[in-house]
């Protein structure tokens, strides 16, 4: 099935640093979601964004609906431990209930 | 409970073993979806009811998959014949009339051997 192109795949950082990564679609999508999963759970939402050009914040987390509507990003400051897991966007279209999800980025904090 | 809860977390099951997933959504939430994610990669629609209704079965892979809810409450995803292939994390989400986006459960993890 369809996947939304995600980037990076994975990132090795350093507590502290700031985290940017973003979801690439060739369709136009009405509402972009961020996701985090940590390892034998479900995703837990981070950001919802339901209009073009909107920029939405989480504590250290913000995240923008690309004007185009094709696409989004998500952007953490200050990285700490809890952040590690993977990142997923997900989008929908109008008048439709399921979510197309990206490939997903794995945040790793190098000691 | 207060989440969305499945059941059995893990499930081994022998290559053309039918398996049952079960799923309870969170109280009164009238819709409920099931995803199914394969290792490394991010969840993949498979069927969405609104109470008892299967509005969208559109993701389901083959005429080997069939979800039921019917009565709106508990769901219920059932592989026939299992192939090696069908290992994966099954995901069921619910959200209800005053959330914007579903919540998920921690998800069935089925190994087929």
């Known amino acids: 099935g369809q996947q939304l192109n995600q980037s990076p795949q994975s990132m090795f950082i350093q507590e502290g640093e700031d985290v940017s990564m973003n979801c690439t679609s060739s369709s136009i999508f009405n509402t972009w979601l961020w996701y985090k999963q940590d390892p034998g759970e479900g995703p837990v939402l981070l950001i919802a964004l339901y209009k073009a050009g909107e920029l939405t914040s989480n504590g250290r987390l913000t995240a923008q609906f690309g004007i185009t509507r094709k696409d989004s990003f998500l952007n953490i400051s200050a990285s700490i431990p809890s952040d590690v897991g993977i990142y997923f966007c997900?989008?929908?279209?109008?008048?439709?209930?399921?979510?197309?999800f990206g490939t997903g980025t794995r945040l790793t904090i190098i000691p | 409970g207060a989440g969305v809860s499945q059941s059995p977390r893990y499930k081994v099951a022998k290559r053309g073993q039918d398996v049952a997933l079960r799923c309870d959504p969170i109280s009164g939430h009238v819709s409920l979806f099931w995803y199914q994610q394969a290792l490394g990669q991010g969840p993949e629609f498979l069927t969405y009811?609104?109470?008892?209704?299967?509005?969208?079965k559109s993701g389901l892979p083959s005429d080997r998959f069939f979800a039921e809810r019917p009565e709106g409450s508990v769901s219920t995803l059932k592989i026939q014949r299992t192939q090696q292939e069908d290992s994966a994390v099954y995901l069921c989400a619910s959200n209800g009339p005053g959330d914007t986006e579903a919540f998920f459960g921690q998800g069935t993890r089925l190994t087929v051997v």
């Open positions: 997900a989008g929908r279209y109008i008048g439709n209930e399921k979510l197309t």
């Open positions: 009811f609104q109470n008892e209704a299967q509005l969208d």
